[in-house]
Nanobody, 127 residues
Framework: QVQLVESGGGLVQAGGSLRLSCAAS????????MGWFRQSPGKEREFVVS????????SYADFVKGRFTISRDIAKNTVYLQMNTLKPEDTAVYYC????????????????????WGRGTQVTVSS
């Protein structure tokens, strides 16, 4: 079983940057596609970005393209989310998740298909 712990959230002004980390333990995440989702109060958890278990494919939500970048470090068993040019509407709890996929190039984009989650980290962007 994989345990995920997110960190790096906080309060930042609009236009600023944050780097989120998702540290895994229990098992290597090299066998899983990994991703980031977010959830605001009163809203469903929404897809942000995912990366294939091989690292060769990524999938981004349109609203973060060109601003956010996902990466993974197999040696550190960690996934990162670099967030630039943050906007107030990016305010949410950000969750790291993983999914067992049939192909090393597969990604996914639906929260209900996620196999395991971290507890989340709060990101607040002030205007």
């Amino acid at each position: 079983q994989v345990q995920l712990v997110e960190s790096g959230g906080g309060l930042v002004q609009a236009g600023g940057s944050l780097r989120l980390s998702c540290a895994a333990s229990g098992r290597t995440i090299s066998n899983y596609a990994m991703g980031w989702f977010r959830q605001s109060p009163g809203k469903e958890r929404e897809f942000v970005v995912s990366i294939s278990r091989g690292g060769g494919m990524t999938s981004y939500a349109d609203f973060v393209k060109g601003r956010f970048t996902i990466s993974r470090d197999i040696a550190k068993n960690t996934v990162y989310l670099q967030m630039n040019t943050l906007k107030p509407e990016d305010t949410a709890v950000y969750y790291c998740g993983g999914k067992l996929t049939p192909s090393s190039l597969s990604t996914w984009s639906t929260a209900r298909n996620t196999d395991f989650w971290g507890r989340g980290t709060q990101v607040t962007v002030s205007s």
